[in-house]
């Protein structure tokens, strides 16, 4: 079976652009031109001037919060500020993780930084499960012994102010969280939204006890208050802990890797098994062993290998892709389809 690549560059590219160029894979049946565009510039910008955004925005709305609560005494709105002081917390911590997680490849972490971002949010869950069990402490002895709510509309216009900003920087941290993979930006912006929607659940309870007269109702929203944070607490540790512990890419995300493959086994006569995955922080990692005939040479599969590569990458930015070439016509090569090579290699070998 004959097989041949070659490689075409881009003319008249400006000086200080981006290398542009282009790999034709021939094939008897099929021929792929896979066009390049490669820039050593094209890197996550720092995200740590997100992180800034969110102390800032945590110590401006601590502020509002605590003076809405002395102005009403109102132990919904002390949950609030109990909450946003859980929030500087973790911005500080994000900007910690992502400080670190920006650090470049060294001997010691070959495969970066990005892990630490898992810590941040793990840290942020944790706090928000320990922030809920102060709300409940503090909700408790106002549902047994209610205390009536005073300066409800000084409160009320303090705390929608708080709100708003909360707003408006989640959104923004949700925004560059999806656009540059950051589960820390998303974390902390995950956790603004609760806070955004909790308070509007307690301004609405502090209406409704202006209105009604019954008191209880405001240590009954603050419990609730609690609820729904524990439910954040509980999902951000999860989704750390998975992080930590390799979990594969999402279900939707392989089978774009898988789409890749199955392409090139229809197209090319090639077969591929071993396929793993992982993500750490903002960068995935896919690893496949990439099976040929026998006859091809090295360089023929190299460069089939390369259009793989450059397939995935393409389709999921942000990726480093671990290709093992390995021959059709070898038994051994159907041997280490796990993590741990099976013995029968050894005897295939020995055959």
Same mark, same amino acid.
């Given at each position: 079976?004959?097989?041949?690549?070659?490689?075409?560059?881009?003319?008249?590219?400006?000086?200080?652009?981006?290398?542009?160029?282009?790999?034709?894979?021939?094939?008897?049946?099929?021929?792929?031109?896979?066009?390049?565009?490669?820039?050593?510039?094209?890197?996550?910008?720092?995200?740590?001037?997100?992180?800034?955004?969110?102390?800032?925005?945590?110590?401006?709305?601590?502020?509002?919060?605590?003076?809405?609560?002395?102005?009403?005494?109102?132990?919904?709105?002390?949950?609030?500020?109990?909450?946003?002081?859980?929030?500087?917390?973790?911005?500080?911590?994000?900007?910690?993780?992502?400080?670190?997680?920006?650090?470049?490849?060294?001997?010691?972490?070959?495969?970066?930084?990005?892990?630490?971002?898992?810590?941040?949010?793990?840290?942020? *869950?944790? %706090? =928000?499960? /320990? $922030? #809920? @069990? +102060?709300?409940?402490?503090?909700?408790?002895?106002?549902? !047994?012994?209610?205390?009536?709510?005073?300066?409800?509309?000084?409160?009320?216009?303090?705390?929608?102010?708080?709100?708003?900003?909360?707003?408006?920087?989640?959104?923004?941290?949700?925004?560059?969280?999806?656009?540059?993979?950051?589960?820390?930006?998303?974390?902390?912006?995950?956790?603004?939204?609760?806070?955004?929607?909790?308070?509007? *659940?307690? %301004? =609405?309870? /502090? $209406? #409704? @006890? +202006?209105?009604?007269?019954?008191?209880?109702?405001?240590? !009954?929203?603050?419990?609730?208050?609690?609820?729904?944070?524990?439910?954040?607490?509980?999902?951000?540790?999860?989704?750390?802990?998975?992080?930590?512990?390799?979990?594969?890419?999402?279900?939707?995300?392989?089978?774009?890797?898988?789409?890749?493959?199955?392409?090139?086994?229809?197209?090319?006569?090639?077969?591929?098994?071993?396929?793993?995955?992982?993500?750490?922080?903002?960068?995935?990692?896919?690893?496949?062993?990439?099976?040929?005939?026998?006859?091809?040479?090295?360089?023929?599969?190299?460069?089939?290998?390369?259009?793989?590569?450059?397939?995935?990458?393409?389709?999921?930015?942000?990726?480093?892709?671990?290709?093992?070439?390995?021959?059709?016509?070898?038994?051994?090569?159907?041997?280490?389809?796990?993590?741990?090579?099976?013995?029968?290699?050894?005897?295939?070998?020995?055959?």
């Amino acid at each position: 079976m004959a097989i041949g690549a070659s490689l075409a560059a881009t003319q008249g590219e400006p000086a200080g652009s981006p290398l542009h160029f282009a790999l034709v894979y021939h094939h008897p049946h099929c021929s792929f031109r896979i066009p390049y565009r490669y820039s050593m510039a094209e890197q996550r910008p720092p995200l740590t001037r997100f992180a800034w955004l969110a102390v800032g925005a945590a110590l401006l709305t601590i502020g509002l919060k605590v003076g809405a609560y002395l102005l009403t005494g109102s132990v919904g709105l002390l949950s609030d500020a109990l909450e946003s002081l859980v929030n500087l917390v973790a911005a500080i911590a994000a900007l910690i993780a992502l400080t670190v997680a920006e650090k470049a490849p060294d001997e010691e972490h070959a495969f970066g930084h990005g892990k630490a971002e898992y810590f941040s949010s793990g840290l942020e *869950g944790a %706090l =928000v499960l /320990i $922030a #809920a @069990v +102060a709300i409940v402490v503090s909700a408790l002895p106002r549902l !047994l012994h209610p205390v009536p709510i005073e300066q409800v509309g000084e409160g009320l216009a303090v705390s929608t102010l708080a709100t708003l900003i909360n707003l408006a920087v989640a959104q923004w941290l949700l925004r560059a969280g999806r656009r540059y993979r950051s589960i820390t930006l998303e974390a902390d912006a995950r956790h603004l939204m609760s806070d955004v929607w909790t308070t509007a *659940g307690v %301004l =609405v309870g /502090i $209406a #409704a @006890v +202006a209105v009604t007269g019954w008191t209880r109702l405001d240590p !009954l929203i603050a419990l609730a208050v609690a609820a729904n944070i524990v439910w954040t607490g509980v999902g951000l540790m999860r989704r750390s802990l998975l992080g930590l512990l390799d979990t594969s890419l999402p279900e939707a995300e392989r089978r774009v890797v898988a789409a890749v493959l199955e392409r090139y086994q229809r197209e090319a006569g090639i077969q591929a098994h071993a396929l793993r995955t992982r993500e750490a922080g903002a960068r995935r990692f896919v690893s496949v062993h990439i099976l040929v005939p026998g006859s091809w040479t090295v360089h023929q599969g190299h460069q089939l290998l390369e259009a793989i590569e450059h397939d995935i990458r393409d389709t999921l930015p942000n990726t480093t892709v671990f290709t093992h070439l390995e021959s059709l016509d070898d038994p051994a090569s159907f041997a280490d389809t796990t993590l741990d090579r099976s013995p029968l290699s050894v005897k295939a070998k020995d055959a």
